[in-house]
């Protein structure tokens, strides 16, 4: 079982929700490269759909997104693309993701990136009553209520998951 009591030092993601007065629990866990969210909803305890990962995706033209996803669900690109309005959308490469965002991968936050861009989040994530995202470094989760990610980032629902 992870350590629930631990604090775990400030990144650009708590930092911006503290600024903006938004309540979230700490969860850190032992970062194990590769093991995304399965691993983190398995030392966590928690449903694995519970915890949601920040993909950083581009459109045809290169401009850099956010999408929010289940962790025990992919991405239908297509399906995205056509719900956003855009020709295509693909992941972004590592290195390109972590330029966007400020966060190296495997601990890419939705708050406090280095860039501004559009969030999307799959439909039903914000129909669960918490959600664990990451929290701006790896091996740390937050725990926040789902509507934070519409009310503070302006992220617009879609719908899909695969």
Known sequence: MAKKD???????????LRRAGIPFTEHPYEYVEHGGTAESARQLGVPEHEVVKTLVMQNERGEPLIVLMHGDKQ???????????????EPCKPEVAQRHSGYLVGGTSPFGTRKAM?????????????????????????GIAPDV??????????????
């Not at 991405?75 to 959308?89: H, Y």
């Not at 439909?123 to 959600?131: D, T």
């Not at 990610?149 to 695969?162: D, F, H, I, N, R």
């Open 6 to 16: 631990k604090h775990v030092s400030e990144t650009p993601a708590t930092q911006a």
């Open 118 to 142: 559009p969030v999307y989040v799959e439909a039903s994530v914000l129909a669960l009553p918490k959600i664990l995202i990451n929290g701006g470094r790896r091996g740390f989760l937050i």
């Open 75 to 89: 991405v239908s690109t297509k399906n995205l693309a056509r719900a956003i309005g855009a020709k295509s959308v």
């Open 149 to 162: 990610l519409s009310s503070t980032l302006g992220a617009q629902s879609v719908q899909c998951a695969l």
